[in-house]
């Protein structure tokens, strides 16, 4: 069975960081791009970022680059967002979900965690 | 980027009907199309890819159809688990991008 869960939310300050993780199992973690998905409070989704299994390619949401960095660890089937300089905007539940195919397409989603920014 | 655009953003129903969600994208994006159901507090479920392929253990009531800008999802007898909101995202290229969703509700 896949499972990601998601971990690392919590309060923080504007311009402040906030590192989240994913734990991954039941499949190839090695073999899998992943991706990072957010929803803030009673809106839509929105894509924020992925990365293909051997971390050749990374894509960023144009809200997000330059400020959240994407990684993960194969031998530790674990992805991660670290996100810095922190906005009120950014406030959202985050994600971790597998890509299959192109990457984009998702197919297993975690139960997420929530980011929340304010002083 | 592309947008994707839902109609309607909402829609009531009945248990035992049948729905159609109506997906538009603002560019060709081939059968690049997933469909998610989203129930309140919940994380999404993936229900449909490539336009009309269901995901493993999704039940045959919903169905998907389309291929470059129109996109179709219908749910046929509607059962009181179906209420909840629905998403289209197009994958064929960067950035992916979600539809804004359409709430179904009784």
């Known amino acids: 069975e896949v499972q990601l869960v998601e971990s690392g939310g919590g309060l923080v300050k504007p311009g402040g960081s906030l590192r989240l993780s994913c734990a991954a199992s039941?499949?190839?973690?090695?073999?899998?791009?992943m991706n990072w998905v957010r929803q803030a409070p009673g809106k839509g989704l929105e894509w924020v970022s992925s990365?293909?299994?051997?971390?050749?390619?990374?894509y960023y949401a144009d809200s997000v680059k330059g400020r959240f960095t994407i990684s993960r660890d194969n031998a530790k089937n674990s992805l991660y967002l670290q996100m810095n300089s922190l906005r009120a905007e950014d406030t959202a539940v985050y994600y971790c979900a597998r890509g299959t195919g192109s990457g984009w397409e998702i197919d297993y989603w975690g139960q997420g965690t929530l980011v929340t920014v304010s002083s | 980027d592309i947008q994707m655009t839902q109609s309607p953003s909402s829609l009531s129903a009945s248990v035992g009907d049948r729905v159609t969600i109506t997906c538009r994208a603002s560019?060709?994006?081939?059968?690049?199309l997933a469909w998610f159901q989203q129930k309140p507090g919940k994380a999404p479920k993936s229900l449909i890819y490539a336009a009309s392929s269901l995901q493993s253990g999704v039940p045959s009531k919903f169905s998907g159809s389309g291929s470059g800008t129109d996109f179709t999802l219908t749910i046929s007898s509607l059962q009181p688990e179906d209420f909840a909101t629905y998403y289209c995202q197009q994958y064929n290229s960067y950035p992916p991008t979600f539809g804004q969703g359409t709430r179904l509700e009784i």
């Open positions: 039941g499949f190839t973690f090695s073999s899998s791009t």
């Open positions: 990365i293909s299994s051997s971390s050749s390619y990374i």
């Open positions: 560019q060709g994006i081939s059968n690049y």
